[in-house]
């Protein structure tokens, strides 16, 4: 059953530049997909129109039966909490210890502090850090602090997560590591899209790969 729904997607900005054009494709729940192509290819584009941070110029984006398109905007921020997002910059809050930055969307829904605290502690069990739960992000290497991010995305259970370039900025060996964590999550039925430029790395995982170049889907290869 698919989680993802793009039929006919386009995105114009200035009403000029064509990040995206009569883009189609379909995810299915439980796969892991990698999204690839050059800088400015429209990878980041299809994860903002995903997270509604942007609006389609023209098509319908469907994820787990909502229309994005046409969602209220009163509804985005309840659609949110039901997916994660892993971004390359971790956009962790330094003033705040590990524990508090990944409890940061359980607050925001009002869990109670008490369950808040065991789904926080699971999820940073699973990313290997509950020892450093109450570190400050500054302790922390960058393979550690894109643990943490990814500890915040999955804290609520989502059903769908997103990854920007989350292994940019990291060596071969730790982007090996986060890599695996993804497919932790998605080995539990999490349904995973990674944007990402690392061409050999996602080769190696045998993963479906979908190729855009300026804003077209040029190719579609199931995992070997």
């Known amino acids: ?65 909502r229309d994005l398109a046409s969602m209220r905007a009163a509804r985005i921020p309840f659609y949110r909490r039901q997916i994660g997002v892993v971004f390359q910059d971790h956009q962790l809050l330094f003033d705040r210890n590990v524990f508090d930055n990944v409890a940061m969307p359980l607050m925001i829904q009002g869990m109670h502090p008490r369950d808040a605290a065991r789904r926080v502690r699971a999820a940073l069990d699973k990313v290997g850090l509950l020892h450093r739960e109450r570190a400050l992000p500054i302790e922390l290497s960058g393979g550690e602090q894109q643990r943490v991010g990814i500890a915040r995305a999955v804290v609520n259970k989502p059903a769908l997560l997103l990854a920007d370039e989350p292994t940019g900025n990291l060596d071969p060996q730790l982007s090996a590591d986060i890599m695996r964590l993804f497919e932790d999550f998605n080995r539990i039925g999490t349904t995973v899209l990674l944007a990402s430029h690392d061409l050999a790395l996602i080769a190696r995982l045998r993963h479906r790969i979908m190729k855009l170049r300026d804003g077209r889907l040029i190719s579609d290869r199931e995992a070997s």
């Open 1 to 65: 059953m698919a989680i993802i729904t793009f039929e006919h997607v386009g995105k114009r900005y200035g009403g000029r530049y064509e990040a995206l054009a009569d883009l189609n494709f379909t995810i299915d729940a439980g796969e892991m997909v990698f999204l690839t192509g050059h800088s400015g290819a429209g990878k980041s584009s299809v994860l903002k129109l995903l997270t509604c941070l942007e609006r389609p110029s023209r098509g319908r984006i469907i994820v787990g039966g």
